[in-house]
């Protein structure tokens, strides 16, 4: 059975957005998928070093800081690289990433200013997976993750 490296976020039963509010994805294919042991749940920002809650952060090119000017670049670097390493280690066939985050967002991310604004983007772990190949999707793209492993299982 092939895996899905998914947003531990999307995933539910652990707080470690950075507001420390759940978000689990209730789609019936996902969960489905979730039941069968398909999908290996991870959170580059708690992988990295950091806590739950933490100050809101966005990625302004290459940087990712907080909306108190800290830079947490390192963490998020770190974080990716280590899900880079699960990947691997469980061949996952592809990624489900949660949308707007400056870790996972596949599509689009909020574009550094802390206005709520959001731009065309990505988030560092998701241009991390894409730099080794791995296929990123978000979590409105479930129907097409679907075609995608029934093509490919």
Known sequence: ?????????????????????????EDKLFLKWKAEGRL??????????????????????DQILT?????????????????????KENEIIFAIMKQNSPSCGSKVIYDGTFTNKKQPGQGLAVEYLRREGILVFSEDDIEEAKKYLEENE
């Open 67 to 87: 909306e108190n000017g800290e830079d947490v670049t390192k963490e998020y670097i770190l974080g990716a690289l280590k899900i880079i390493e699960i990947a």
């Open 40 to 61: 290996i749940p991870i959170c580059p920002e708690i992988l990295g070093g950091l806590s739950t809650p933490r100050a809101s952060a966005q990625r302004l090119g």
């Open 1 to 25: 059975m092939k895996k899905i490296l998914v947003s531990e976020c999307l995933y539910g039963g652990r707080a470690v957005r950075y507001d420390a509010k759940e978000i689990p994805l």
